[in-house]
């Protein structure tokens, strides 16, 4: 049990980590391109992306934590 939360908690953050990646590159790139995009609202979708992000990477990293701990905690107690 104890390997398969340890595979677990590594595919989980290594799976953040990659779309967190992509996301900066897409914000970056969408930034980087707003003059270029004039008034179709393209500017607006990237900074939105932007702020969205914000809020749901940090959340997801911490409840990734906060199930690998708690499962962590619950394998130990049955072991005893």
């Known amino acids: 049990m104890k390997g398969r939360l340890r595979m677990f908690a590594g ?9 967190m990646v992509a996301w900066l590159v897409f914000v970056f790139y969408g930034l980087a391109q707003a003059d270029d995009w004039g008034g179709d609202g393209r500017s607006a979708a ?3 992306m932007f702020a969205a992000g914000l809020i749901v990477f940090p959340v997801y990293f ?17 072991s005893r």
């Open 11 to 19: 595919i989980a953050y290594r799976l953040g980590y990659l779309v």
């Open 46 to 48: 990237a900074l939105l």
């Open 62 to 78: 911490v409840l990734v934590y906060g199930l690998g701990r708690l499962l962590s905690l619950r394998g130990k107690g049955r």
